[in-house]
């Protein structure tokens, strides 16, 4: 069988033998969306099948009979995923309440970076000859290791071993994220992402130990504080984008909206503002004023703004005072 390295549309059935003609690993790689479809059962009569991809997370085996398919047996099933759609796409993901249930939304680490469009500078320079010269190295040298045995003779996984210092400010970190698990905590609603931090700190830290010693052998060295503390770095950001998604996953459009009118008063750094001049900032989003009504009552609720009412030419015009805190906040 011709080795395969990634895939993008693909059925779960037709996943699992191509992952077992692999080695029992595969990654589903695309800048669109279209596998969440597929997960949602667009060619299974609206049933999802989500089994192989928890099981892929995991790495645990997977079996399956079919009558009209020849079997597939995996010890250990290995599943990557990296996607990249846009973000409304995250607001049609818990439509599928199988996703978040069964846990398949709490797998992911989730990326929210902010839009520059409207700021590019259209002259993007091109990667340092010697950046792409590293990395084509390090990607090399990984790919050239040597496969472990097992006792059978049978390929296996290296077992990587964590500095006692390494596991310390890990350990410190997992009790931490299990402490915001309880009722009223950062996570306390996010309990099936939170739940599975920890692990995933683990999981980075490992890629980092790799990549760093890619031309000589990981698995002989342990996985250092310096690349355990990079790793929890990247937890804390990782935290903050993964409570905007689900928030965003769940946003109604009186507060998505009013997130909007908020960057807005920001950004203008007035300490008060009119309605019409608000609704003429924003009416390429909102049509009508009735439109915007939602977006203003959701930050007056909050005592982000308050009302106050004015004559202007004669004429009432309604004008919110912008709260202070939010003015020297950051954006």
Known sequence: TVPQIWAQDVTPENLGTIMADNNERMAILSDEAGIFDILGGRYSGGIPNLDLFLQGHAGSAVRVNRGSRPPVFMQAST???????????????????????????????????????????????????????????????????????????????????????????????????????????????????????????????????????????????????????????????????????????????????ARVVLRWIKREGKPEFTFRDCHYAHKSRYKRTADLEPAIEVLAERHLIRPRVAKVAHRPSRIFEVNPAILISEL
């Open 79 to 257: 599943l990557t995923l990296g996607l990249s759609p846009q973000p409304n796409v995250l607001r049609g993901l818990t439509e599928k309440s199988t996703f978040r249930g069964r846990g398949l939304l709490g797998r992911f680490l989730y990326v929210l970076p902010p839009s520059n469009l409207g700021y590019r500078k259209l002259n993007a320079n091109p990667i340092f000859p010697d950046y792409s010269a590293r990395y084509e190295g390090i990607l090399t040298g990984i790919l050239n290791q040597e496969t472990a045995k097992n006792e059978q003779g049978e390929p296996c996984p290296y077992i990587l071993n964590i500095a006692s210092d390494s596991f310390q400010i890990w350990h410190a970190y997992a009790l931490k994220v299990e402490t915001g698990m309880r009722e009223g905590g950062t996570y306390a609603h996010l309990t099936d992402w939170a739940g599975k931090l920890p692990g995933a700190v683990i999981r980075i830290a490992a890629l980092l130990h790799i990549a760093r010693h890619a031309l000589v052998r990981p698995w002989e060295k342990e996985i250092s504080i310096e690349d355990m503390s990079a790793a929890l770095r990247m937890a804390d950001v990782l935290s903050i984008h993964a409570l905007t998604a689900f928030d965003l996953m769940g946003a109604d459009p009186a507060l998505d909206g």
